[in-house]
């Protein structure tokens, strides 16, 4: 196979090429060597990415001593964090495809032979990966890895152990917590670099790349402040290269993107995300990655795999268990061991380092008596509570391994943490199209839930109904325009899910929304309603009062109404301003030509392709 760089580093015809090349660095006798394209996401606005111009230069290094040429360029990363609770949130998810189109620009413009993905939070791993299935050359991801939690000593005190972001929004809105509380939480939760603490969006989906076989094992919960993850970043870029040499010179598609993330490999990912109660964002994030892979995958299989798969892993939010105890446990492959032992997942998958399923959990699940003394040494790496934004700063390690599959961070599939699986899709006459609820983090006691709705037409509105008490227990809010192509960019709302348990009212209310939840939130938080309230959905309809009935055992969220009455309702809209907001929202050019093209959270809130073809005039 000639390696996509060929033309450039041989033909007559561009020795301007090789001019710029040499110009930036490269030298003439590398000229033949794959050009390996790292993609890295390194900002300053994120701690999940703060410490990643340093690993560039580990991963360019251990690509240049591979035998590749090692090209470094950077994509845009937004902290969701940050932008969480304003109109910078807009431009969160909208951010996924302008990464993807970024990653596949560059790589395309420049005949890059292979590519490794330097990612770590929300929309840059899915913005990565939808690229990497795009292009379909030899790819590996290796993550910034997680952050530590942290530890929160009270004004009057109290020890807080294992705190996170979530626990300062919390605060933020209870009214027993005074301002120097809050600065003490402020001050101590997010310790160290990396994504934040607990199965958040972006942890949940650095596994979910481990889970399909696109990142080695460890990608998805060693630390970030660990020295096993400066190895792991080495061994990514020694990786990337043997890939490329087997595809370029042995003619071996098996290492192609396209080649492991079949459909089994989603449904193998998805099995293992719903295990362990990952964020809602994983079932947009998915979605969108194997519409770039062309992999018939839908919310229909979600919902079906969410029907059979019982959660045996309650990490934070969720549950008490954080990353580091995961990790502890044996980590990813940990969690698709007791998958693989309980029949739950297609044992014909391969990665980008083991020919099959079978080969890689026999060397990397801990459970097993093949076990590697190099996993059990990696899956040693602990905490080391040293507040600080440098990575590899610490080699503390555990005094031994979690292998109690009973009461342990992982379960076995006969003991699992809670029967059902850590996520759901939901269906009914207010979302035909289906809605994601977590319930690994909803209170089995509101499980089946009615009450009356009260209905807002933005994030704001929904905080200020919450802080003001206007929100009731009992009560339904409806947060609707807030989808892909109302808000535009469907906003992540963690402040509303915050809000409501600093308030105390956690247990006793209902959240639905055409907008998605952060991965931090928990509680009877529903999202993705679909259609979405700008599609002409059925939630464009609900008044306030309107009875909602939510029923998480039967996968049902209704609203109380006949069909003569929503047929009704919908006339009355369609005469009037028809589908749209009542708010005060200026919306930019750049979000709203992301709302031109988005679909609805059923199709991953991805660009209508038919819509692209026909304005084009392309195929």
């Known amino acids: 196979m000639q390696m996509r760089s060929a033309k450039l580093m041989k033909e007559r015809e561009f020795a301007g090429a090789r001019a710029l090349y040499r110009a930036a660095g490269v030298k003439g006798e590398d000229f033949g060597k794959p050009i390996v394209a790292i993609a890295n996401s390194f900002s300053e606005f994120v701690p999940g990415h703060v410490h990643l111009n340093k690993v560039g230069r580990l991963v360019s290094k251990a690509v240049q001593a591979a035998g590749g040429i090692p090209r470094e360029f950077n994509t845009i990363a937004v902290d969701d964090g940050i932008a969480m609770g304003h109109t910078g949130m807009l431009y969160s998810l909208p951010s996924r495809d302008i990464i993807a189109d970024a990653v596949e620009y560059s790589v395309n413009a420049h005949c890059a032979d292979a590519l490794i993905c330097i990612s770590n939070c929300d929309k840059i791993t899915p913005g990565m990966l939808m690229a990497a299935l795009r292009l379909n050359i030899p790819t590996v991801f290796v993550s910034g890895g997680p952050m530590e939690s942290g530890r929160t000593v009270m004004p009057d005190g109290t020890v807080k152990e294992n705190t996170d972001l979530i626990d300062v929004m919390y605060a933020s809105a209870d009214d027993a917590v005074d301002d120097e509380g809050i600065l003490a939480l402020e001050k101590s939760v997010c310790p160290t670099c990396g994504s934040c603490a607990g199965m958040f969006t972006a942890n949940s989906m650095n596994c979910l790349t481990e889970a399909m076989g696109l990142a080695l094992p460890g990608n998805g919960t060693t630390l970030a402040s660990h020295t096993a993850r400066k190895m792991l970043f080495e061994k990514a870029g020694r990786m990337v290269v043997e890939i490329a040499n087997r595809y370029y010179q042995e003619d071996d598609e098996s290492v ?35 519409q770039s892979a062309d992999v018939d995958f839908t919310l229909d299989d979600i919902e079906r795999i969410s029907h059979t798969v019982p959660c045996i892993c309650k ?48 060397e990397w699940d801990i459970m097993r008596p093949t076990c590697l003394d190099e996993a059990k040494e990696l899956y040693h790496a602990a905490p080391g ?163 909602i009935s939510i029923d998480i055992p039967n996968r049902r969220v209704d609203v109380e109404l006949t069909d003569e009455e929503m047929s009704q309702r919908r006339a009355e809209v369609e005469a009037g301003d028809g589908y749209v907001a009542h708010r005060d929202r200026k919306v930019s050019l750049a979000l709203k030509a992301y709302a031109a093209f988005a679909r609805s959270a059923d199709k991953g809130a991805t660009r209508d392709p038919e819509l692209i073809n026909r304005l084009s005039g392309l195929e």
Not at 335 to 358: C, K, Q, V, W
């Open 256 to 290: 192609l993107p396209r080649a492991i993330a079949t459909k089994e490999a989603f449904e193998n990912a998805m099995t293992m995300d719903v295990a362990m109660g990952g964020s809602t964002n994983t079932v947009l994030h998915i979605l969108a990655a194997a």
């Open 315 to 362: 990490a934070s939010p969720s549950g008490d268990w954080e990353i580091s105890d995961v990790h502890r446990a044996g980590g990813i492959c940990g969690i698709l061991g007791e998958l693989d032992r309980g029949g739950a997942l297609h044992r014909n998958t391969h990665s980008i380092d083991y020919p099959d399923l079978e080969s890689k959990l026999g």
């Open 385 to 547: 509570h040293i507040t600080s934004p440098e990575p590899f700063n610490q080699s503390k390690e555990w005094d031994d391994l979690d292998t109690d599959r009973v009461h342990g961070a992982i379960h076995d599939l006969e003991h699992p943490a809670v029967t059902e699986g850590g996520l759901a899709i939901l269906r009914g006459n207010l979302a035909p199209d289906g809605c994601v609820v977590k319930t690994a983090g909803v209170p089995k006691e509101i499980w089946n839930f009615r009450g009356p709705a009260l209905v807002v037409e933005s994030q704001e509105q929904a905080v200020e109904v919450i802080l003001n008490g206007t929100l009731k227990k009992g009560q339904a809010l409806v947060i609707r325009y807030e989808g892909p192509k109302g808000g535009p960019g469907m906003q992540e709302m963690l402040y509303p899910t915050s809000f409501v348990k600093g308030k105390g009212i956690g247990k006793d209310v209902a959240l639905l929304t055409d907008g998605r939840y952060s991965g931090g939130s928990s509680g009877l938080s529903i999202g993705h309603i679909a259609p979405e309230a700008a599609n002409k959905g059925p939630i464009a309809l609900i008044r306030t009062g309107d009875m």
